[in-house]
């Protein structure tokens, strides 16, 4: 085939590649908006439920359709809006239903009428004589699990003890047995075998690169501004992509829609100010917080050592409750900065921005709700102090995001697509640093990156209920980056089945296929380092990818006593990790592994009125394995494999909290087994200049060599934090919350690592007690 045929044939490949995606969307918009058609007689009802003292929407709670006297006919979960909806039932007289915990059951009688649809915002009022009261759906009484999902609610993170004013996201994530941290610095969330670049973190919808704190008590997320947060440990559903390991799917508050309300607070860890209140009641509000920290300056007189950490954050927005939509502005932004190792001259530092707005529109003319995200995210990290070299990694992106839902020949389905413009740059090292003879520590990666990528994803998922007891939710996501036009297909499922027809008893499994279009490069042989270089993949590289595969039982012995179990499997492929070499050195070289993880974990639960208890333990091994020669260039075996930093074989976590009149004391156990890290085999004196060095005469060069990469355990890790907290009450609209407690309650010595830098070992925080205090204004 002559030369001027080939730019034809790889014109024809590449609209190929454009056609099979663009065709996957238009044919699943065809079909599915088509599909509205039928079942036009029928009627659909939308709810969004709100709180009667706030105007802010109920999230989770439990909406049943029933005919008057009869049965349950439907029944469905209020989404992050409160809102909720039945599509083509039939026209008739139903009584609806909403319930909530620790809110009073809303009951009424509504009319449907024949291809009408009906929209309603029933009020619920607190129910202020027993918080307790049982509810119409067991769900409530303990936390929902299915299949890897959890949902976290403000009440979970509360019930934590927190060394500063209010919980913590942070926090509350460490006591769950998928979640692991190597330290208690560093801002690092290792999820059943992932690493933190593996994960997907979305606020509102919008993608945060790392909302956690350099001192891992904290995030930028406390408990006064969070609404739920449902965390996918591995086999997440098709609306989400662009991560192959975890995804976190957090919702914040609205602000109060129908008066003002501040709140001042100081701990010795942190001081904040919230303000919210209605700028037109029921219809526009505004929420308002930040939070700075000041360990820094207080950490050498509680712990009488050198805490060099700093950080704050702000969260804002703005909230518009139209007739037939909601709108959400939302703004967030964090700073971090400070040195994992106190007397290591590495200084790291990174923030995150993200402004978006979020909108739902419900309108009558709309045959289904449809929820758009248009926003922005920006994320840039520094490292200085390895080689008295200062480098920078940038991302920045633009995106716009449309989730609908449709009738699929008389089956419920969701779909959507998701654009992003992403730009990546980073300075890592000076361009002519070779030809001074000096060494580059990223090899392999431009000194000054700058490159664009654009990314395509688009799904849909069924929504199908063969069977009364059993729901399965089949999906497909489809990503594609404009420059390679290469798409992906990802196949995912989620199955439920109820053996005795309701929710007291549940098996679940999920599994499905996850790419991502991006790596991060890190240093995995420092743990004094948490930098990352964010880039696309080369255009000849292989993408990410991953497999998952969950099995999961739950069962609600009683409204109080819960008990989960599950087994979970991924297997990861296309990580790139630092290449080893004998000697410790700044130079970093990758090579690509594949990661083996498989685990189970076991989770009991009992939620009285006063007493809440909650017990865990979670087993997991992760294997790393690549041929020798992308690894370790000394060990002469084919295969290399080892147990990263984060395989923790073991975990035990208990919650407790108790309340005594005005007084609730809550605990919060970890144990970890310990985690591997590479041992130093030996050291010697080099002559590196044979033959001109004596070896009688010359000393030669001090070395440090390494053992095989993570051959040795660390201590096992454990830690029991403890608090009392009281409310006074001085009037309706003053008053003032307390709280005592410590961190590592009995001052156990815990080693987070050993630096080879330094040689020294680097432990994380001893006993740290505190108290807080915060003001209450309404």
Known sequence: MSDLSHPFIFIFNHLRSISLHTFFILLSIIFLTAANQVHAQNSTLRVIAITQDEGTPVIAANVLLTIPGADTLYARSTDAYGFVEFNNIPARDYEIQISYIGYQTYRDIIT?????????????????????????????????????????????????????????????????????TTGDRGGELHIRGGTPSQNLVLVENMPVIKPFHISNLF???????????????????????????????????????????????????????????????????????????????????????????????????????????????????????????????????????????????????????????????????????????????????????MDNRAEFFGSPANYGFKLEFIKYDAILDDPFAQQQGRAVRFTGVDAQLDELATNLSSYVTLNLEPFSNIRFRPGVVSQINIRDLQPTLEPRARLSWNPIGNEDLEFSLAAGRYVQMHEAINDERDAGTVFYVYKPINERDPNPESLHAILGYRQQFTQAFGLSIEAYTKKHKNIPVARWTREPANTLATGLVESFTFGGDIQAELNLRRLYLSLSYGIS?????????????????????????????????????????????????????????????????????????????????????????????????????????RSFRFSPSFGIDTEIGAVNTFNITNVFYYDVNTMQQVNQLPLVPYISLTTIIR
């Open 621 to 725: 091994k992760v294997t790393y394995e690549a041929p020798s020669s992308e690894l370790v260039a000394w060990i002469d075996r084919p295969v290399f494999s080892y147990n990263p930093a984060h395989d923790r074989r073991h975990q035990i976590n208990l919650i407790s909290s108790l309340q005594l009149g005005n007084y609730t004391a809550s605990i919060s156990y970890q144990f970890g087994s310990g985690g591997p890290f590479t041992r130093l085999f030996a050291f010697d004196l080099a002559l590196l200049d044979l033959p001109r060095q004596n070896p009688i005469t010359d000393q030669g060069r001090a070395m440090t060599l390494f053992s095989e990469p993570f051959d040795g355990k660390l201590p096992n890790f454990q830690r029991l934090d403890a608090s009392i907290s």
């Open 219 to 401: 995030s930028a997320l406390p408990q006064d501004v969070l609404s739920s947060v449902d965390i996918y440990a591995g086999g997440f559903g098709s609306q989400y992509s662009g991560a192959t390991s975890a995804v976190l799917d957090i919702n914040l508050r609205q602000g109060n829609m129908r008066r003002f309300q501040g709140k001042a607070a100081l701990s010795p860890y942190i001081v904040s100010l919230q303000a919210e209140g209605p700028i037109l009641v029921d219809n526009h509000s505004f929420l308002l917080m930040g939070r700075y920290s000041v360990i820094e300056e207080t950490g050498p007189r509680l712990t009488g050592e050198d805490v060099p950490l700093s950080f704050y954050d702000l969260v804002g927005r703005y909230s518009i409750n139209w007739d037939g939509a909601v709108c959400n502005f939302t703004g967030l932004h964090t700073n971090d900065e400070g040195r994992i190792n106190p007397i290591r001259a590495v200084q790291l530092s990174w923030s995150n921005t993200a402004i978006g707005v979020r909108c739902l529109g419900f309108a009558e003319e709309l045959n289904h709700a449809v929820d758009i995200t248009i926003g922005y995210t920006g994320y840039s990290s520094s490292e200085t102090g390895i080689d008295n070299i200062g480098r920078e990694s940038n991302l920045r992106m633009g995106y716009m995001r």
């Open 112 to 180: 449907l009428e024949p291809g009408a649809t009906k929209i309603i915002r029933p009020e619920l009022a607190t129910d202020t004589a027993v918080l307790g009261e049982l509810v119409v759906s067991v769900r409530r009484g303990t936390t929902r699990r299915d299949a890897g999902m959890q949902t976290i609610t403000p009440e979970d993170l509360s019930r934590m003890p927190t060394p500063a004013p209010g919980g913590d996201l942070t926090m509350y994530l460490q006591s769950l047995p998928s979640v692991v």
